[in-house]
């Protein structure tokens, strides 16, 4: 009885060091390596490094398409949204302009389809004059300029001879432009009113800015003013809600005034007004601000 209780032990005790060693083996001495992992398994960091990366070559490049598929890899639910909510974790942690600036322009060309400026082209123009008297339609002229050459224009024009610059090329169809923001154009206040939601227990200063394509703009800090104090928030932290959309909370019987750091109309007189419910109860009304571009 004796040797059978001894030999028991002696096999847990084997089981207990296999163990021991193979964990030691396994971590220490030749530890996993991943090799080749596909983006979608990579730590949330090295995702978000993947995504800055995708963003600041989208922008010196323009190519949306190639964008999109690396972003792709990336099995995000919503990818706008993402890129969205990190840029405004970038601006609160002073990461590097470029890298906020690249991350809000792919998140706006995938939301809304915003061509970035350096995506455009130039090419250069040839002239030619022909005398007034030729049968010309009054389809619009479309003029197309380059890099390199320099037009010849006419020193001195005559009543009889007016000579009107054309393109040699041959007329293509007029591209339809999507409207970009204007560069420094301050944003206007579009839209004011009070909204009244039984759901909303806390009022609030509701914020919404869009550019002059009426697209949502991220990224854009509004300061919040009160006697007692002051305070700030960025557009674009509630992506489920709008890329352009901020808020914060409202202290009943105290006035607010706000305006945007990127300057244009302030607005002053904010305060918290009660909203009657159908069952005759009272609640708190927040205010709905609509800022864009013109």
């Known amino acids: 009885m004796k040797s059978d209780r001894r030999g028991s032990w002696y096999l847990l005790t084997g089981a207990i060091l296999g163990v021991a060693?193979?964990?030691?083996?396994?971590?220490?001495?030749?530890?996993?390596?991943?090799?080749?992992?596909?983006?979608?398994?990579?730590?949330?960091?090295?995702?978000?490094?993947?995504?800055?990366?995708?963003?600041?070559?989208?922008?010196?490049?323009?190519?949306?398409?190639?964008?999109?598929?690396?972003?792709?890899?990336?099995?995000?639910?919503?990818?706008?949204?993402?890129?969205a909510l990190q840029a405004q974790m970038a601006l609160a942690n002073d990461r590097p302009e470029e890298e906020v600036r690249a991350l809000d322009d792919l998140a706006m060309a995938l939301g809304g389809g915003v061509i970035p400026a350096n995506t455009s082209t130039v090419s250069t123009p040839q002239f030619t004059s022909i005398p007034a008297s030729s049968q010309l339609s009054p389809t619009p002229l479309i003029m197309e300029t380059s890099v390199g050459l320099t037009p010849t224009l006419p020193i001195t024009p005559t009543v009889s001879n007016v000579l009107l610059q054309i393109s040699t090329h041959t007329p293509q169809p007029t591209p339809t432009v999507t409207p970009s923001p204007t560069p420094g154009a301050p944003f206007v206040l579009q839209e004011s009113h009070m909204v009244c939601n039984t759901n909303q227990l806390t009022p609030l200063i509701q914020v919404e800015v869009r550019d002059a394509a009426g697209q949502p703009v991220p990224s854009i800090e509004v300061f919040v003013t009160w006697p007692a104090g002051e305070d700030h928030f960025f557009t674009g932290l509630h992506p489920e809600i709008n890329l352009g959309y901020g808020d914060f909370s409202m202290t009943p019987d105290v006035v607010y005034s706000i305006h945007l750091s990127s300057g244009g109309q302030a607005v002053s007189d904010l305060v918290a007004s009660e909203c009657v419910a159908d069952d005759g109860s009272r609640y708190w009304g927040s205010w709905y601000l609509v800022f864009a571009q013109p």
């Open 21 to 83: 060693m193979g964990l030691v083996y396994s971590w220490l001495i030749s530890p996993v390596k991943y090799v080749d992992a596909p983006p979608y398994a990579l730590r949330a960091d090295f995702k978000d490094e993947y995504r800055a990366l995708v963003a600041v070559a989208y922008m010196y490049s323009g190519d949306l398409l190639r964008a999109e598929g690396r972003l792709a890899q990336l099995k995000d639910e919503n990818t706008a949204q993402t890129l």
